[in-house]
């Protein structure tokens, strides 16, 4: 029952935004998302799931060790994916004021498959994008979108030193979903709202439950499907990741930061006509 309710609050923040596309007959569903590290710390997981703790929806308080964080994309990635993933780190960015990601270039010779178990790309010293056409071999569910990995120095929860994003694109067309449609066997995900939730937990953030916080871009799953995408952050989320990194300039006010990314065009629908100035 519980479970349902959540659906149904998602439902009607979707149905808000995406009434043309659901009259076309979109068929959308919610699924997972994941992130984890190597050595999980009981102490950081009570603090991030506990609205009364300061940590708070962060599972690293300290963020990065030096920023920018600098990183390479999978040689598989399409022109398009790699315009999303972009898009999805200057949100972030947005609700910061500062440089946050520095792009080094594809990551000639490896893709997600490249590597032999989940875990091993962090070894590599490169932060990765990759897209992994073998998903099962990360040992996550098919119905898990991506996951994000992190490593602790000294396994101090609070710092990240290394991070990878895998992208599941066994089972999933992973791209613009305002523009493109589901092909072969595989449902569309909207490659930039799953990079921001997955870029979320690459900069230090938690899952926030949606009976917390029911628009804020790290609740624990999304709605997939033509048409359907979440590109914008909460002011809550917001509020969090400058818990993190502080913030520079008007980024400090969080309620026009949230505005700004929308009237930015960060923010699903834009290209497809709903006017989102009203929602
Ligand atoms: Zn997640």
Redesign the pocket.
Not at 66 to 84: C, E, H
Not at 116 to 132: H, K
Not at 203 to 232: F, K, Q
């Given at each position: 029952m519980k479970l349902m309710t959540r659906y149904l609050l998602v439902a009607v923040a979707i149905t808000a935004a995406f009434t043309n596309f659901i009259a076309c007959g979109a068929q959308m569903y919610k699924a997972s998302?994941?992130?984890d590290h190597q050595q999980p710390s009981e102490v950081q997981a009570a603090n991030s799931a506990d609205p009364s703790s300061p940590e708070f929806g962060l599972h690293a308080p300290s963020g990065w060790t030096s920023l920018p964080i600098i990183y390479k994309s999978d040689q598989g990635m399409a022109k398009v994916q790699l315009a999303a993933l972009k898009a999805a780190m200057h949100t972030w960015e947005v609700a910061t004021g500062k440089t946050l990601f520095t792009y080094a270039g594809v990551h000639t010779g490896n893709t997600g498959d490249s590597f032999p178990d989940l875990y091993s790309s962090l070894r590599d010293q490169i932060n990765g994008q990759y897209l992994d056409a073998n998903w099962k071999k990360t040992g996550k569910k098919a119905e898990v979108l991506a996951t994000t990995i992190w490593n602790n120095p000294n396994n101090e929860y609070q710092l990240i030193d290394a991070a990878d994003i895998h992208y599941n694109t066994e089972n999933y067309f992973i791209a613009n979903a305002l523009q493109q449609s589901p092909i072969d066997q595989r449902e569309i995900v909207d490659m930039q709202s799953l990079a921001t939730?997955?870029l979320g937990?690459f900069l230090g953030l938690a899952?926030v439950s949606e009976a917390y916080d029911n628009t804020s871009i790290?609740n624990?799953s999304i709605m997939i499907g033509t048409g359907l995408a979440n590109r914008s952050l909460s002011v809550g989320d917001i509020e969090r990741i400058q818990k993190i990194y502080g913030c520079l300039g008007t980024a400090c006010n969080a309620q026009a930061t949230a505005r700004a990314i929308l009237q930015a065009g960060l923010k699903v629908g834009l290209t497809e006509g709903p006017d989102q100035a009203s929602h």
């Amino acid at each position: 029952m519980k479970l349902m309710t959540r659906y149904l609050l998602v439902a009607v923040a979707i149905t808000a935004a995406f009434t043309n596309f659901i009259a076309c007959g979109a068929q959308m569903y919610k699924a997972s998302l994941t992130g984890d590290h190597q050595q999980p710390s009981e102490v950081q997981a009570a603090n991030s799931a506990d609205p009364s703790s300061p940590e708070f929806g962060l599972h690293a308080p300290s963020g990065w060790t030096s920023l920018p964080i600098i990183y390479k994309s999978d040689q598989g990635m399409a022109k398009v994916q790699l315009a999303a993933l972009k898009a999805a780190m200057h949100t972030w960015e947005v609700a910061t004021g500062k440089t946050l990601f520095t792009y080094a270039g594809v990551h000639t010779g490896n893709t997600g498959d490249s590597f032999p178990d989940l875990y091993s790309s962090l070894r590599d010293q490169i932060n990765g994008q990759y897209l992994d056409a073998n998903w099962k071999k990360t040992g996550k569910k098919a119905e898990v979108l991506a996951t994000t990995i992190w490593n602790n120095p000294n396994n101090e929860y609070q710092l990240i030193d290394a991070a990878d994003i895998h992208y599941n694109t066994e089972n999933y067309f992973i791209a613009n979903a305002l523009q493109q449609s589901p092909i072969d066997q595989r449902e569309i995900v909207d490659m930039q709202s799953l990079a921001t939730h997955e870029l979320g937990h690459f900069l230090g953030l938690a899952h926030v439950s949606e009976a917390y916080d029911n628009t804020s871009i790290m609740n624990p799953s999304i709605m997939i499907g033509t048409g359907l995408a979440n590109r914008s952050l909460s002011v809550g989320d917001i509020e969090r990741i400058q818990k993190i990194y502080g913030c520079l300039g008007t980024a400090c006010n969080a309620q026009a930061t949230a505005r700004a990314i929308l009237q930015a065009g960060l923010k699903v629908g834009l290209t497809e006509g709903p006017d989102q100035a009203s929602h």
